[in-house]
Each structure stands twice: as structure tokens, then as C-alpha cells.
């Protein structure tokens, strides 16, 4: 499974990006996924996940109200939308996908793209 992450940028407080992470490879033994999280000098944190059918989502506090998860399966591409944002959410942003066959059980990880907001 291959993970590549798009859509971070430059932004002002308060304003709005969209990302999207896009999977390629054995997608169809892809369970949940996730954004995470890293700012400098900081552990990297779940943002947000979903299940594999997008039935449930969950949030860190910090992202409740604000972001919002979804995915596209038929796209094999999972998003996260980022509204009101704050100068706290600059870091840098990564999916992540739990593969699961008979045979094995692992995280996937993309490269990472870069959000920052400016004050």
C-alpha cells in the first residue's frame, strides 16, 4: 500500500484547506485510516480517524467542530477538511492506513505534507 498526501499550504487564521490522501496498491484489504499530526519539537498525535466504511469518525478535542474525515473508497482517497484554522494547527500532516489480511496486520504511513497557518 502506497499513501501520498496533498493539499497542505500556506493559510491565514481562520481559514480553510482541504487535504486528501491518496492510496494506491492492495487497497482492498484497508481498514480504518487516520490523519495524524507532527508540529516541531512535538509527538505526533491522531487528528482523526475513520472506519472503513465511513460509518463512524473520531476527533482529538482539538479538532472537534473544525475538521471533518471522510473517504472516498471508490477513490481509494480519504480527506480531511480543515475550517477555522489556528495558528496552533501548524504540522506537519499524515495519513495513515491498518492493513489486515490472514496473513498480517500494519500501518501504513504516507510522507507527510505540510500545513501552516499563519496569525
Known amino acids: 500500500v502506497q499513501l501520498v498526501e496533498s493539499g497542505g499550504g500556506l493559510v491565514q487564521a481562520g481559514g480553510s484547506l482541504r487535504l486528501s490522501c491518496a492510496a494506491s496498491?492492495?487497497?482492498?484489504?484497508?481498514?480504518?485510516m487516520g490523519w495524524y499530526r507532527q508540529a516541531p519539537g512535538k509527538q505526533r498525535e491522531l487528528v482523526a480517524a475513520?472506519?472503513?466504511?465511513?460509518?463512524?469518525?473520531s476527533y482529538a478535542e482539538s479538532a472537534k467542530g473544525r475538521f471533518t474525515i471522510s473517504r472516498d473508497n471508490a477513490k481509494n482517497t480519504m480527506y480531511l477538511q480543515m475550517n477555522s484554522l489556528k495558528p496552533e494547527d501548524t504540522a506537519v500532516y499524515y495519513c495513515?492506513?491498518?492493513?489486515?489480511?490472514?496473513?498480517?496486520?500494519?500501518?501504513?504511513w504516507g510522507q507527510g505534507t505540510q500545513v501552516t497557518v499563519s496569525s
Open positions: 495513515k492506513a491498518h492493513y489486515s489480511d490472514p496473513k498480517i496486520e500494519i500501518d501504513y
Open positions: 496498491g492492495s487497497t482492498f484489504s484497508i481498514n480504518h
Open positions: 475513520i472506519t472503513s466504511g465511513g460509518g463512524m469518525t
